[in-house]
């Protein structure tokens, strides 16, 4: 990932980061725009030479059109010549001119805005594409302290937001910068007195603006940040929309996003009626100014200080800068929303990624892990409760080719295990190796392609089933999806379906059952022929006939490779070569089943206590 790497959000962030409640600034958001559009640059620079001549035209066709008026009152016999110093072209000829400006104008405005509008999106569609590529290498400690659906708000509602910001905002934004200074030369040029007056009106504007705009800045963000609100809540309740309804919870839930609308909503109308009041209080002195100048300037007509012709340029160009200067008082205020979704977006590519392809040892695409594995005196605390220790001298070694278990109750730290030999956490104490290296001399994302889980609790994606096989190893063929298939005892009800392995799955794979389901995940664990397995309770959650299948699919997966299963139900891992019994956070029995249910310590204790003993011939006597 490239575009996420800490070279590029350095130079997005810049040296002007700000703190998490505070938005970010205009420049920050330009210079993040700047860095998408890198690559199309001349793109850029050409809709802002476009963007200015287009500026120009229209402050041309303001003369043009007050040239038109004095030539049209010169034909009629009035003197519009100032004391005879001044001449204007005919009628025809200022009517075609004025028609040549028009077309120039209109074109350079079509390429400055498809241009715009073009950069807008790209920037929009490679930033997504940076921010999630960014967000899925994070490591899973951010992801257990964040709630998904502010992660989606960001990804969606803000670089939306954004995107409306880089389409129309930024090019309004610039071509009114640009008339407002154009317009007001133009008023110098045509008459200093009347400009000089509208130099009067200055400090007012920016007296409005400087005090509207600290306002609305202060509200903006926490706008941003209680609209994310709503997103976790739809995002919770989708998901878990099965135990809304078996709980007849939609009312409850209904009631609970409108408390977090009606929260967003107090702020957000705030925020808009001083918005309002913003651009009112701005049009009011502007138009005072107008009446003022409209007064004056018939004086000036009247003494003979200006020309009919002149004074319609001068207040037609003192429009253009008056709808300029309005519209950026309305574009300020938008500005302020867009610094608080850049704050939140710079905010996520901060979050420093996990260091996936780092390491002593650089292993080659075919190198293998033997399957060897030692815990050695771990110790781990999760980061959301540091006061609970759920490994504490921990040790455990397994030998290259060996299944073993893990049993023990709940909160005794086997899935704790699995999250530290994936690498998903990084014990606190001790040291974690493989093949006897330490783990981290290993690239992180070579060592978990050495790995493979089939979870309890199946996920899969919302494509076909092909694509759910080939997520185990990307790019493998249809034969070998297929094989991988059969192997899994999955192609029997895969062939009865009627698109076979292109039978879209449903969301989560709800269209499927859940042992159709376990076996596809096993099926992909077969495709990616991984050197250390790890089984969690696969088959627990199934009726009789499925656990059949799945136990036979599973027998000939985890011939020949370092399997770990963790274990729910005891009865199911009596045929490990070892099991480790784990009771607060260490392994506190080792040995076969029969071996420690003979011996009558905690482990008796828990088969009796689900009735999973062994009958007297099942006993493996101590040697």
Same mark, same amino acid.
């Given at each position: ?65 007050? /040239? ?48 715009? &509008? ?66 007001? +030369? ?24 400087? /005090? ?20 976790? &809540? ?6 878990? +929309? ?18 977090? +609308? ?13 918005? %309002? ?8 002195? @502007? ?13 000036? &007509? ?6 009919? *012709? ?11 800068? =008056? #709808?300029? !200067? ?42 293998? @892990?033997? !399957? ?45 295990? #699995? ?9 606190? %104490? !001790? ?20 790995? $493979? ?22 790019? =493998? ?47 992909? %664990? ?5 050197? +250390?397995?790890? @089984? ?39 045929? $490990? ?7 607060? !956070? ?7 089943? *029969? ?29």
């Amino acid at each position: 990932m490239a575009d996420a790497s800490p070279e590029n959000r350095a130079s997005i962030a810049g040296d002007e980061a700000q703190p998490a409640e505070s938005s970010a600034t205009p420049l920050q958001a330009l210079r993040l725009y700047l860095d998408l559009c890198r690559g199309h640059r001349l793109r850029l620079v050409v809709a802002v030479g476009h963007l200015l001549v287009g500026i120009l035209g229209h402050l041309v066709f303001v003369v043009g059109a007050g /040239w038109l008026v004095d030539s049209t009152l010169s034909t009629l016999g009035l003197d519009v010549s100032m004391g005879g110093t001044r001449e204007r072209p005919g009628i025809d000829t200022v009517g075609g001119f004025l028609f040549l400006t028009m077309v120039v104008t209109l074109y350079c405005t079509y390429v400055d805005m498809s241009r715009f &509008i073009e950069l807008g999106e790209r920037a929009a569609g490679r930033l997504r594409s940076r921010l999630f590529g960014h967000l899925i290498e994070l490591p899973v400690r951010f992801f257990e302290s964040t709630r998904i659906g502010d992660l989606s708000s960001r990804l969606l509602a803000d670089i939306a937001l954004l995107q409306e910001t880089w389409i129309n905002d930024l090019r309004t934004y610039v071509k009114n910068v640009f008339m407002l200074v154009g317009a007001v +030369i133009l008023l110098f040029v045509l008459s200093p007195s009347l400009g000089g007056l509208v130099l009067l009106t200055v400090p007012p504007i920016v007296a409005v603006s400087l /005090w509207s705009g600290a306002r609305i800045r202060r509200e903006s963000a926490s706008v941003q940040d209680r609209l994310s609100v709503t997103s976790v &809540i739809i995002e919770e309740v989708l998901t878990a +929309i099965r135990s809304v309804k078996t709980f007849a919870n939609e009312a409850h839930e209904a009631r609970r996003f409108q408390g977090a +609308i009606d929260e967003f909503l107090r702020p957000a109308v705030r925020v808009a009626r001083h918005r %309002a009041g913003y651009v009112c209080l701005i049009l009011l002195v @502007l138009f005072s100014c107008i009446i003022l100048l409209m007064w004056f300037g018939s004086r000036q &007509i009247a003494a003979g200080h200006l020309t009919v *012709g002149d004074f319609t340029a001068f207040m037609s160009a003192l429009v253009l800068a =008056a #709808t300029a !200067g309005g519209l950026l008082a309305e574009l300020l205020g938008r500005f302020q929303r867009m610094g608080g979704a850049t704050r939140r977006v710079i905010e996520l590519l901060d979050e420093t990624e996990e260091a996936l392809d780092a390491g002593s040892v650089q292993p080659g695409p075919e190198e293998r @892990l033997s !399957g060897s594995m030692t815990f050695r005196d771990v110790g781990f605390h999760y980061p959301s409760r540091p006061e609970v220790a759920v490994l504490e001298g921990f040790d455990l070694e397994v030998k290259p080719g060996e299944r073993i278990a893990l049993v023990g109750p709940s909160g005794a730290g086997k899935s704790t295990v #699995t999250s530290l030999l994936f690498r998903l956490h990084d014990p606190e %104490a !001790g040291e974690l190796r493989f093949d006897d290296r330490p783990a981290t001399d290993f690239p992180l994302r070579w060592l978990r392609g050495q790995m $493979a889980m089939v979870p309890q609790e199946v996920i899969l994606f919302g494509g076909t089933l092909a694509e759910n096989i080939a997520y185990g190893r990307p790019g =493998a063929s249809r034969e070998e999806i297929e094989e991988a298939a059969r192997q899994a005892n999955a192609w029997e009800f895969i062939e009865r379906l009627p698109e076979g392995l292109d039978t879209r799955v449903g969301d989560r794979g709800v269209q499927i059952s859940g042992g159709q389901r376990q076996r596809i995940a096993i099926a992909r %664990a077969i495709l990616k022929d991984p050197a +250390i397995l790890v @089984l969690d309770e696969a088959t627990s959650s199934l009726d009789s006939e499925n656990e059949r299948l799945v136990q036979e699919a599973l027998d000939g997966l985890t011939r020949s490779r370092t399997t770990l299963v963790i274990a729910h139900r005891l009865r199911t891992v009596r045929e $490990a070569d070892r099991i480790a019994v784990l009771r607060d !956070g260490r392994v506190v029995e080792e040995g076969t089943h *029969g071996v420690l249910y003979e011996a009558g310590g905690y482990y008796r204790a828990l088969c009796d206590a689900e009735g999973a003993g062994i009958s007297d011939q099942s006993v493996v006597k101590s040697p």
